[in-house]
């Protein structure tokens, strides 16, 4: 969905590396997720925001961070990146009038050597 | 951990078949989703139905629930080469809703 845009795209990094993802969104929807997905597992919450000055854990946030900068990005941060995080992250958005309906970005794959 | 499990992990079909495919839940919810994955793309969002629903429809999709069985299934009648792609369920819990949990998903694959 092109109202949902995630940068980079792709990105390849070594161990120990500081790594942001970014998410950006023109739906105007209140609430933004982020989701990481391994091969046969789905995909599991990491962090999530249902406003700007509200930031929740998921089942997985270890060893991640968000900041919600504005009402339209989300970003995540691996502060030390470890190969056991090499996945693909997905962002998506909602509103929080509808119903529970969610919108996702392309994806970023991260590759952590 | 996996709010649902998804059943079965992979489905081949010819093209004009139907495709059926099932998701079981543990806790009680306040609606069950069904999204749909294009390879190593974003989901989108193809049906939601309520807990108070049993069946919904949309074009060639019929999505079913029984909250009894803590169950869900997904047809999509006369499938298509383009609607080979992974099929996920999620249900909002309706402890907490604005979350998502998601199966792990059934992989289709329609031949032409």
């Known amino acids: 969905d092109a109202d949902v845009t995630q940068t980079p795209r792709n990105r390849i990094t070594k161990t120990g590396k500081r790594i942001m993802l970014e998410c950006s969104q023109t739906k105007g929807h209140d609430r933004m997720y982020w989701y990481r997905q391994d091969p046969g597992l789905g995909l599991r919450l990491i962090y999530y925001?249902?406003?700007?000055?509200?930031?929740n854990k998921g089942e997985i946030s270890d060893g991640y961070s968000v900041s919600r900068q504005a009402q339209a990005k989300f970003s995540l941060s691996l502060e030390s990146a470890i190969p056991n995080q090499t996945a693909l992250y997905f962002c998506?958005?909602?509103?929080?009038?509808?119903?529970?309906?969610?919108?996702f970005g392309p994806g970023t794959r991260l590759t952590v050597l | 951990s996996q709010q649902g499990e998804e059943d079965p992990q992979a489905l081949s079909i010819q093209e004009g078949e139907n495709a059926t495919m099932n998701c079981s839940y543990k806790t009680s919810i306040n609606n069950l989703q069904w999204y749909r994955q294009n390879s190593g793309r974003g989901l989108v969002h193809l049906i939601l139905i309520r807990s108070n629903e049993r069946e919904k429809h949309s074009g060639r999709l019929r999505v079913t629930l029984d909250t009894s069985k803590k169950s869900s299934s997904l047809l999509i009648t006369a499938s298509r080469a383009a609607d080979t792609a992974s099929y996920f369920c999620a249900t909002v819990r309706s402890s907490n809703t604005g979350k998502l949990i998601f199966g792990q998903g059934t992989t289709l694959q329609v031949k032409p």
């Open positions: 998506a958005t909602s509103d929080l009038r509808s119903t529970d309906t969610q919108y």
């Open positions: 925001s249902f406003d700007v000055k509200d930031i």
